[in-house]
């Protein structure tokens, strides 16, 4: 019988552009202020991309540093996956294959992975089950989007929320217990209506008109969104404590989907934990889709709150709607790494 083999992340990397946009800096373009923004989101700035820099650009940069700290060469990968929901191009190639060629992954493959915020959560739960099989050793996985390109600057509800950025994850066979413990992934299309961008696809390709009519940018039901936010994730992830044979209370940290910091307070109020067991990095980098759980979770090792041994809760939710959580047992980077 072949040993049980484990998936572990051995390195980690996250890029951001250069461009701070402070909520000062949005007050001088919409009707709002620091003051409206911080107690209603948590947000005090974001990043945004500037001529030059895309989706694959942020993404390739993070892979880069996954890939150096956990000490792996570029041949040794066999597979790239993206979560994103804004590759550069809207048809092909994939972003997963921009990275793959700039980072020359000669012997990966690669493909996008649509699945909004909950993208690169579904994305590692992918990753664990290649692991797992024994079909490929190295998987690069990466969590990436360039939203403020999507944004409507004349509407303060939604452009206030977002940035840019990508965060990876180096994914490696390991024979040490741990990794990817439980997982539950959920999706309701019935409510794809409630964040979206109408036009850009095959039902309504982009026209003057519907430019126009800001038809090319995110729409958000605010109100719906965050009753689903506060709700059926959190019981997801009893679902995936409760796989795994543990408490939501034996968690060390939940790193979650990025998105507003009442959301995480009223999980947290609902879930009967401290509000600190959730990390939060909002505050610098707003809410960055697919992007916002690998740099949280890169956040929370460098300042110390994840190492070995530490048990922690992966949470995304995003548009769909989609929900992706999962329990995942810390190996720690790889030692040469540390």
């Known amino acids: 019988m072949s040993p049980q083999r484990y998936a572990r992340i051995v390195g980690l990397g996250q890029s951001v552009p250069a461009h701070v946009v402070t909520n000062d800096d949005l007050a001088k373009i919409v009707d709002t202020s620091d003051e409206w923004i911080r107690s ?88 664990s089950q290649f692991i797992a099989t024994g079909a490929y050793d190295h998987i690069l996985v990466i969590g990436a989007d360039a939203l403020s390109r999507f944004v409507n600057f004349e ?22 217990p741990g990794g990817l413990l439980s997982f539950v992934l959920g999706a309701d299309g019935s409510g794809g209506e409630q964040m979206l961008v109408p036009a850009g696809g095959s039902r309504c390709p982009i026209t003057p008109e519907s430019a126009a009519d800001h038809q090319n940018t995110i729409h958000m039901n605010g109100r719906e969104v965050y009753r689903f936010s506060t709700t059926t994730p959190a019981t997801a992830l009893e679902r995936a404590a409760d796989a795994a044979g543990v408490r939501i209370k034996d968690l060390d940290l939940v790193v979650a989907h990025q998105a507003n910091v009442r959301i995480l307070q009223t999980v947290a109020k609902n879930l009967d934990v401290p509000e600190e067991l959730f990390f939060t990095n909002m505050d610098r980098f707003g809410n960055t ?38 329990i995942w047992r810390w190996h720690g980077l790889n030692e040469s790494a540390d």
């Open 40 to 127: 209603r989101t948590g947000i005090v700035e974001r990043r945004f991309v500037s001529e030059g820099e895309s989706t694959a650009t942020l993404a390739a940069a993070a892979g880069c540093r996954a890939l150096d700290q956990a000490g792996v060469s570029p041949g040794d990968v066999q597979l790239v996956i993206v979560a994103t929901s804004t590759p550069d191009y809207p048809l092909f190639p994939s972003a997963a294959c921009l990275v793959q060629a700039e980072l020359e992954l000669s012997r990966a493959g690669a493909f996008d992975l649509s699945a909004a915020c909950s993208g690169f959560v579904y994305g590692l739960i992918t990753a």
């Open 155 to 176: 509407d303060r509800t939604t452009c206030v929320l977002f940035g840019d950025g990508a965060g990876a994850a180096l994914v490696a066979a390991s024979d040490e």
């Open 289 to 326: 889709s697919a992007a916002s759980v690998p740099l949280a979770l890169c956040d929370a090792v460098t300042e110390g709150r994840i190492g070995p041994g530490s048990l922690v809760g992966l949470m995304g939710f995003g548009a769909g709607l989609t929900w992706a959580t999962a």
